[in-house]
């Protein structure tokens, strides 16, 4: 069984802390032999608290005894990560890496594996907005400014985005295959962006059913592009705009320019998944954003993320 050591400070996003269960859960139910791994929490201290907001206290059953005998051996971000690591982690990670591990770092894990010296001379990533922090201090580290996931030997580090979704993955890849990664990837993202398709579709038909709006709906579809005013719906739709606003509220429980958002939103999202060499500027001229920053400051709203960094994930 091929054991993994997920190594958090005082101070872990949460979301990194449950991010490697969640795949290693997906792949255990999807492919054969998915169960083959062993995922050691350990804390230094043993009980640490998780960032803010809604911080959580977590005791791991595990201290830096856990990375003993690991396979793999991950660190998550954690707050101080420009100080000095905790006692005895630094010298944990080097016997780790000298025995052949496989070492990785979600977001400002990076800045641990540099204090360590285990990037020095190699190429790395961080959390973008620590980027220049990291080069700054650790002036060996070829740190990559726009980054995601890089892959130097056998160190791996992430940007941290989605809790580090993108080196989980990338992990099982190296274990077992892109086939299988990329059916992990399906279990834990498609399914939400299906339940949205069928969440807008079902909209659709509910607005395509009240009175004397279907061409209306369907003329908003294809005008996204088009910089739309209420006052230019409701003369297409040959109603008052207060009545226009009345129907698609009675009926959907959104007014017709939320409608046109969130429509305009998933086709960006589409363009994101399946034009790689469309620039988010283009896109956002595609959906009807009257600028990029518009776009990315909705799109960051409706999905919790940029669109540089949903474009990554759903590569």
């Known amino acids: 069984m091929s054991v993994i050591a997920l190594l958090v400070l005082d101070g872990v996003p949460a979301h990194q802390l449950t991010t490697p269960g969640l795949v290693l859960e997906a792949l255990a139910h999807g492919a054969p032999g998915g169960d083959a791994y062993e995922l050691r929490i350990c804390a230094v201290p043993r009980t640490v608290t998780t960032a803010e907001p809604a911080a959580l206290t977590v005791t791991a059953d595990q201290g830096l005894e856990g990375l003993d005998g690991a396979d793999t051996v991950a660190v998550a971000g ?12 630094a010298g944990a990670l080097r016997d780790a890496a000298a025995r052949g591990c ?17 990037l020095d001379g190699r190429r790395a990533t961080t959390g973008w907005s620590e980027v220049p922090a990291l080069a700054q201090r650790y002036p060996a580290v070829d740190v990559d400014p ?7 030997g056998p160190f791996c580090t992430s940007a941290g985005l989605f809790g580090g979704l993108d080196l989980w993955l990338r992990l099982v890849a190296e274990d077992h295959g892109p086939a299988v990664a990329a059916d992990v990837a399906r279990r834990l993202v498609l ?24 061409p209306t709906v369907r003329w908003l579809e294809a005008s996204l592009h088009r910089p739309l005013t209420p006052a230019d719906i409701a003369a297409h739709a040959r109603l008052s705009v207060r009545t226009l606003n009345r129907r698609f509220r009675a ?4 007014s017709p320019l939320q409608y046109l958002l969130r429509a305009r939103l998933d086709l960006a999202r589409r363009l994101l998944e399946q034009e790689d060499e469309a620039t988010v500027e283009d896109i956002a001229a595609r959906a009807g954003f009257t600028s990029s920053a ?21 590569r």
Not at 78 to 89: I, K, N, S, W, Y
Not at 146 to 152: E, F, Q
Not at 191 to 214: C, H, K, M, Q
């Open 191 to 214: 399914p939400v962006r299906e339940e949205a398709d069928a969440a807008r579709d079902e909209l659709a038909r509910a607005v395509a059913g009240t009175a004397g709006l279907e």
């Open 146 to 152: 726009a980054g995601t996931l890089v892959v130097d």
């Open 251 to 254: 009926h959907t429980g959104f």
């Open 78 to 89: 954690h707050d101080g990560f420009r100080g000095e690591p905790p006692v005895g982690v």
């Open 102 to 118: 496989r070492i990785a770092a979600v977001g400002t894990g990076a800045f641990t594996l540099a204090a360590a010296g285990l």
């Open 294 to 314: 518009s776009f990315r400051r909705h799109f960051r709203t409706a999905t919790g993320s940029t669109p540089r960094a949903y474009r990554a994930t759903a």
